[in-house]
């Protein structure tokens, strides 16, 4: 059984937000299933990553994958997961997780509440 990694991310609300996984198997884009929730029991999620297929940039790694997090989601803090699903479309394993810290945009700084 694979151990699952932890990638912790700070964004800024309105700004999208990008990462890169590698993977030691050979998967596809459409075989992994990526979301944001507000905690890590919730069955409904706040958001779903966008995840490409990119050249692996590591000889380590067999697959590689862009994930973007569009900066549309409220300021706070989040947990999310990224699944391999089987083609079943049921979640196979976890390989990812982590939490997200949103933090206000510099355009919302200065503005007053009310």
């Not at 990694?5 to 990462?19: A, D, I, L, T, W």
């Not at 790694?61 to 549309?72: E, H, P, R, V």
């Not at 997780?97 to 200065?110: N, P």
């Amino acid at each position: 059984m694979n151990q699952i990694k932890q990638h912790n991310f700070v964004m800024e609300q309105g700004v999208p937000c990008s990462f890169l996984l590698e993977y030691n198997k050979e998967i596809q884009a459409n075989d992994l299933f990526a979301v944001v929730r507000v905690n890590a029991s919730d069955e409904k999620y706040v958001a779903k990553l966008n995840i490409a297929k990119v050249e692996n940039v590591s000889e380590d790694a067999i697959s590689t994958f862009k994930l973007t997090l569009n900066g549309d989601i409220p300021q706070g803090r989040y947990v999310y997961d990224v699944f391999i699903y089987d083609s079943n479309n049921k979640p196979k394993s976890k390989i990812l997780k982590g939490h997200v810290l949103v933090k206000a945009s510099i355009s919302d700084r200065g503005r007053l509440n009310g």
